[in-house]
């Protein structure tokens, strides 16, 4: 059964530019959360989606955003980038999204902004 | 807030010497606590979950505990295969949305 697969896995961008993160769960799982991961702040969460429905979302600013297609797969997009958007955007999938349902990661993309 | 914390953030051990790491939660209305490993350029991955104080599970070399205030992951007699992250975290706010702590970084030396 293949993982959670990420793409890119490498991503090099300027200030201000936007960028769009690609996530494919795991065959079956509907529910896909994002998270940011920086050496400072460890994992942070971003947003999960069920059915194309957002249902929760963390703090983060309105530049980040997210979107779910009817086969579970997921993006996110982060416009007006900044530097301190510089980190590793892990994606999760999981079977229903249950509260205490384990989280199966993918490899993450890694983001540089210069 | 809800707020993990994990100590220490770094543990160099020898192998065959034995260790705890330890995880603090201010959760309201714990509904599980996991611990996750993650190895360096990849993402976490899934190792236990509690769910209540008392509770324990085993896994090779690894034993997590739990108690109302705080969890502890024992390693036992470890390998240079061990070393990698290990993450505590705690589902807070509905859903998958999971509060982690930073992290213990964790180097088993031959």
């Known amino acids: 059964k293949a993982g959670v697969t990420q793409t890119p896995r490498y991503l090099i961008k300027t200030r201000g530019q936007q960028v769009t993160l690609s996530c494919s769960p795991i065959?079956?799982?509907?529910?896909v959360s994002w998270y940011q991961q920086t050496p400072g702040q460890g994992l942070q969460f971003l947003f999960e989606y069920f059915s194309e429905t957002q249902r929760n979302k963390g703090n983060f600013p309105g530049r980040f955003s997210g979107r779910q297609f009817s086969n579970s797969r997921s993006e996110m997009n982060v416009s007006t980038l900044e530097l301190g958007d510089s980190a590793l955007y892990l994606c999760?999938?999981?079977?229903?999204?249950?509260?205490?349902?384990?989280?199966?990661f993918g490899s993450g993309t890694q983001l540089s902004v210069l | 807030e809800d707020q993990v914390t994990q100590s220490p953030e770094a543990l160099r051990l020898q192998e065959g010497e034995s260790s705890s790491l330890n995880c603090s939660y201010t959760?309201?209305?714990?509904?599980?606590l996991f611990w996750y490993r993650q190895d360096p350029g990849k993402g976490p991955e899934f190792l236990f979950t509690?769910?209540?104080a008392g509770e324990e599970k085993e896994k090779e070399r690894l034993k997590a505990t739990l108690t109302k205030k705080e969890s502890f992951l024992h390693i036992t007699a470890p390998k240079p295969e061990d070393s990698a992250t290990y993450l505590c975290?705690?589902?807070?706010?509905?859903?998958?949305?999971?509060?982690f702590g930073i992290g213990t970084k964790l180097q088993v030396i031959p």
């Open positions: 999760a999938s999981s079977f229903l999204g249950d509260t205490n349902e384990k989280l199966f």
């Open positions: 975290a705690a589902p807070s706010g509905g859903y998958q949305k999971v509060t």
């Open positions: 065959s079956g799982h509907r529910s």
């Open positions: 509690l769910y209540s």
């Open positions: 959760v309201s209305g714990l509904r599980g």
